[in-house]
């Protein structure tokens, strides 16, 4: 079941941001990424956070990811109808084939 409350417009403060680089590679077929604050300031503001922000840039990038999904299935259904359903289901495979992967490939050295 989906919300249909209205979304209040909310006014963003975009110069207060955390800014977090994203660095991409290919390497054969796949494709990697790491990510780190992009400034000292950047890690200081992180670092005031819970948990050193690392709950609020993992949160941060799971909705980027919803997000390009959505605009993705959005742009190969070329309508709303299923848009939900459709994101749900690359969601999902993508959960199923990654998670494992991403454990197996956990280094706890220097922990």
Do not use: C
Request: net charge negative; proline share 4%.
């Amino acid at each position: 079941m989906s919300d249909t409350t209205p979304q209040k417009s909310v006014e963003i403060n975009w110069e207060a941001s955390v800014k977090v680089l994203i660095e991409m590679v290919q390497h054969e077929d796949s494709w990697f990424s790491k990510h780190q604050p992009l400034t000292n300031e950047d890690y200081q503001q992180l670092l005031a956070l819970p948990s050193g922000g690392m709950t609020q840039v993992s949160h941060t990038l799971l909705m980027e990811a919803i997000k390009r999904e959505v605009y993705l299935s959005f742009y190969a259904l070329k309508s709303k109808e299923d848009l939900e359903g459709r994101v749900y289901q690359v969601m999902s495979e993508i959960l199923k084939r990654e998670i494992p992967r991403v454990v197996e490939n956990l280094k706890l050295e220097g922990l």
